[in-house]
């Protein structure tokens, strides 16, 4: 099983940017799939989740409305798009699969940074 993130970068305020985490190793279409970031010196916080056929997406408060996950399960990818960034946005992303209730396995993580 590997996730492998990438697309993380510097943007400035109000900026944009799409992180993609591609799978690989299991059946990435029976799973739901998150994303979870980490901002520096804090601890992890949940961001969204996206349903195995992608009909029903989550997102956390501090994201909704400027976030937008999803997934091409032909090509076995899942998406982050982040909109109108904040400095509070900054962290190093993670996508996560869910087995059973639980986040299983990990990527390594991509970092955005958002600054002026």
């Known amino acids: 099983v590997q996730?492998?993130?990438a697309g993380g970068?510097?943007?400035q305020p109000?900026?944009?940017l799409r992180v993609s985490c591609a799978a690989s190793g299991f059946t990435f279409s029976s799973y739901y799939m998150?994303?979870?970031r980490q901002a520096p010196g804090k601890g992890l916080e949940w961001?969204?989740?996206i349903s195995l056929d992608g009909a029903n997406t989550y997102y956390a408060d501090?994201?909704?409305g400027r976030f937008t996950v999803s997934r091409d399960n032909a090509k076995n990818t899942l998406f982050l798009q982040m909109n109108s960034l904040e400095p509070g946005d900054t962290a190093l992303y993670y996508c996560a699969r869910r087995n059973?209730?639980?986040l299983d396995r990990w990527g390594?993580?991509?970092l955005v940074t958002v600054s002026s």
Request: net charge neutral.
């Open 3 to 5: 996730l492998l993130e």
């Open 9 to 11: 970068g510097l943007v």
């Open 14 to 16: 109000g900026g944009s």
């Open 34 to 36: 998150s994303w979870v």
């Open 47 to 49: 961001v969204s989740g």
């Open 62 to 64: 501090s994201v909704k």
């Open 100 to 102: 059973e209730g639980a």
């Open 108 to 110: 390594r993580g991509t």
